[in-house]
């Protein structure tokens, strides 16, 4: 019913949900080629009691990239709005494929809260069970939250840079194959196509059975271990704009490494600029 501290079940938090140092997220977000509204389908429906975080909303508005980490002065005054903080048990899930619930369970992470679970499945198999949901509207209590960036979890354009010549990290790139290859364009308008170089590709959906609950343990080190991941060396996990790149971090943690770190531009920074080395074709 749980998988280390990092995933839950729907029937674990059934049966939990109640708790009171339980909290329950809505942090659906999709990609611009989706049309769809995350909040707008919140409040039509949502798990009883869960509160809406969105990733857009809560990030750096300093920089023209899509939801880049904010200060954690600001992540901590509207987690603290949402009733998410220091003492309670964070439970995240969304109406996708599990990407943008990692996307959050990475930013609590980074920001110093361990204490947070993705829902193995998400909104789609809380459904299919025919658990409730509702369109109440949700007040929370706000309550204080500590909030320190740990560093050792986030990597920006420089440190992948110098990366490339020094070799200290491997390389995770979650996109399509298409895409990392160059083969297939960009989902967002002017960006080259390719890959770092030195960068391995896996997807992040073939860690997902087709119910689109996250594969057996087994599987994920043996997914790895096929595309050369040395789980006793460090990762760097990077994707289209830092999301599913979250997902190959949760992926990891369930196989107990814990060196892992997410490069926040990703492609779209990466991608974007003309002073970075690109390589196309298969790694």
């Given at each position: 019913?749980?998988?280390?501290?990092?995933?839950?079940?729907?029937?674990?938090?059934?049966?939990?949900?109640?708790?009171?140092?339980?909290?329950?997220?809505?942090?659906?977000?999709?990609?611009?080629?989706?049309?769809?509204?995350?909040?707008?389908?919140?409040?039509?429906?949502?798990?009883?009691?869960?509160?809406?975080?969105?990733?857009?909303?809560?990030?750096?508005?300093?920089?023209?990239?899509?939801?880049?980490?904010?200060?954690?002065?600001?992540?901590?005054?509207?987690?603290?709005?949402?009733?998410?903080?220091?003492?309670?048990?964070?439970?995240?899930?969304?109406?996708?494929?599990?990407?943008?619930?990692?996307?959050?369970?990475?930013?609590?992470?980074?920001?110093?809260?361990?204490?947070?679970?993705?829902?193995?499945?998400?909104?789609?198999?809380?459904?299919?069970?025919?658990?409730?949901?509702?369109?109440?509207?949700?007040?929370?209590?706000?309550?204080?939250?500590?909030?320190?960036?740990?560093?050792?979890?986030?990597?920006?354009?420089?440190?992948?840079?110098?990366?490339?010549?020094?070799?200290?990290?491997?390389?995770?790139?979650?996109?399509?194959?298409?895409?990392?290859?160059?083969?297939?364009?960009?989902?967002?308008?002017?960006?080259?196509?390719?890959?770092?170089?030195?960068?391995?590709?896996?997807?992040?959906?073939?860690?997902?059975?087709d119910d689109a609950t996250v594969?057996?343990?087994?599987?994920?080190?043996?997914?790895?271990?096929?595309?050369?991941?040395?789980?006793?060396?460090?990762?760097?996990?990077?994707?289209?704009?830092?999301?599913?790149?979250?997902?190959?971090?949760?992926?990891?943690?369930?196989?107990?490494?814990?060196?892992?770190?997410?490069?926040?531009?990703?492609?779209?920074?990466?991608?974007?600029?003309?002073?970075?080395?690109?390589?196309?074709?298969?790694?």
């Open positions: 019913m749980t998988r280390g501290k990092s995933l839950v079940s729907t029937r674990w938090l059934a049966d939990n949900m109640a708790a009171p140092d339980i909290r329950i997220v809505d942090g659906s977000w999709y990609l611009p080629t989706e049309g769809r509204d995350p909040e707008a389908e919140y409040a039509e429906r949502h798990i009883h009691g869960a509160v809406f975080f969105d990733i857009d909303g809560i990030s750096d508005d300093r920089t023209d990239l899509p939801h880049m980490l904010p200060s954690p002065e600001t992540f901590s005054g509207r987690a603290r709005k949402l009733g998410l903080g220091d003492g309670v048990r964070v439970v995240v899930y969304d109406g996708g494929n599990m990407m943008a619930a990692a996307r959050v369970w990475w930013m609590f992470r980074v920001f110093g809260h361990e204490d947070i679970a993705v829902l193995d499945g998400g909104l789609a198999k809380w459904l299919s069970e025919e658990r409730p949901v509702d369109d109440e509207p949700v007040i929370p209590r706000e309550r204080h939250l500590t909030a320190r960036t740990n560093s050792l979890l986030v990597r920006d354009r420089r440190q992948m840079l110098a990366n490339i010549a020094g070799g200290r990290e491997q390389v995770v790139d979650a996109r399509g194959a298409g895409r990392f290859t160059g083969e297939e364009p960009e989902i967002r308008p002017g960006l080259r196509g390719g890959h770092i170089p030195g960068s391995r590709n896996l997807p992040y959906s073939s860690l997902l059975n594969k057996p343990d087994d599987a994920i080190r043996a997914t790895f271990a096929d595309l050369g991941v040395d789980p006793s060396k460090p990762v760097a996990a990077t994707c289209g704009s830092g999301v599913s790149a979250c997902f190959l971090a949760l992926a990891l943690d369930l196989i107990g490494v814990r060196k892992v770190a997410v490069y926040d531009g990703s492609w779209t920074e990466w991608g974007g600029r003309d002073d970075t080395p690109v390589e196309t074709g298969p790694a």
